[in-house]
């Protein structure tokens, strides 16, 4: 398995639709056509479009996934399914091509490098079969790049950002809920969720204090509405500015949910959830200048 450190949100999605499609399909291990049915799978990423502008979808991807291997018998788990030395060198590759372009993550569009750099495994056929060439892949894939296109990252983020321990333990829960409910991103409400769940820091107590409905945040986070999926990514950035502000050097889970009382939008979607902003606002502010 690899090291998960500089994969994004998307590409760690994939590889769990990878192991996740050879076991429906009881093959005998992961290969490279399930990572590229797996990129298909992780809607919203690079990779997706790419294949999407080939016209390669998921319905026509898993026609041919089904047929390129032999299903076992045998039940397996997704800890006993082995990985195909195919699979490992795409992954490998992935991350050469991430290095080569100068990038500090692995996401989708370098898995789709990386697959159809292998001339083993069965992604290669599978494409044929729809009459795509790796070349094709690879071609639209640099297209998407020029433009400037990237996906985010939790890890580029907490490089970025000089974070506490548990500021870091907050978003690795709220990215793992994320990739719990397969959403495509790490949304403000994965990051509240995660934010009320945190006990070693002050968060949990503050937002309990001030009334958050907790269960119908867990209820819609089944099924999210726009504003609970809205992107992490500036309100990281804004934090850093709010610790600096304070004179911490360090940013942490409390000045995450003090800069969700500061913005328009945030403060709009911790009023659905009965929270009494102003409270968490001044308590928070209490809190960070003692």
């Known amino acids: 398995m690899p090291n998960l450190h500089r994969y994004s949100h998307h590409a760690k999605r994939a590889l769990s639709h990878a192991g996740e499609l050879a076991l429906r399909y ?13 990129v298909i799978l ?19 991807a898993t026609v041919y996934l089904k047929r390129l291997m032999p299903s076992s018998d045998e039940r397996k788990d997704m800890l006993d399914i082995a990985e195909h030395e195919s699979y490992e060198q795409a992954l490998l590759l992935a991350e050469d091509e991430s290095d080569w372009l100068g990038n500090h993550y692995i996401g989708t569009e ?6 159809t750099r292998t001339n083993v495994g069965n ?8 009459d795509i060439t790796p070349e094709q892949v690879r071609r639209h894939v640099r297209l998407a790049i020029s433009d400037g296109s990237t996906e985010f990252t939790l890890a580029l983020a907490r490089r970025n950002a000089r974070l506490s ?9 709220a990215e793992q809920i994320a990739l719990n409910h397969e959403h495509p991103n790490v949304g403000l409400g994965h ?12 968060t949990a107590s503050v937002l309990e204090q001030s009334n958050l409905n907790l269960m119908e945040l867990k209820r819609d986070l089944k099924n999210p509405s726009p504003q609970l999926k809205l992107s992490i990514e500036q309100l990281i950035f804004l934090a850093v500015e709010e610790a600096e502000k ?12 003090y800069t969700m009382t500061l913005l328009p939008d945030t403060r709009a979607l911790l009023a659905i959830y009965e929270v009494r902003v102003n409270k968490v606002h001044r308590l928070l502010s209490k809190h960070l200048d003692s």
């Open 246 to 257: 304070h004179s911490n050097h360090y940013i942490g889970a409390d000045h995450l949910l």
């Open 26 to 38: 009881a093959h005998p291990h992961i290969d490279t056509a399930h990572l590229l049915v797996g």
């Open 110 to 115: 370098h898995l789709l490098l990386g697959i």
């Open 42 to 60: 992780s809607e919203g990423s690079i990779g997706a479009n790419v294949l999407a502008s080939l016209n390669l979808n998921e319905r026509l």
């Open 191 to 202: 990051l509240l969720l995660a934010l009320s769940q945190e006990r070693r820091g002050v």
């Open 165 to 173: 321990e548990i500021g870091r333990r907050t978003l690795y829960a």
């Open 123 to 130: 992604a290669v056929r599978l494409l044929k079969l729809v």
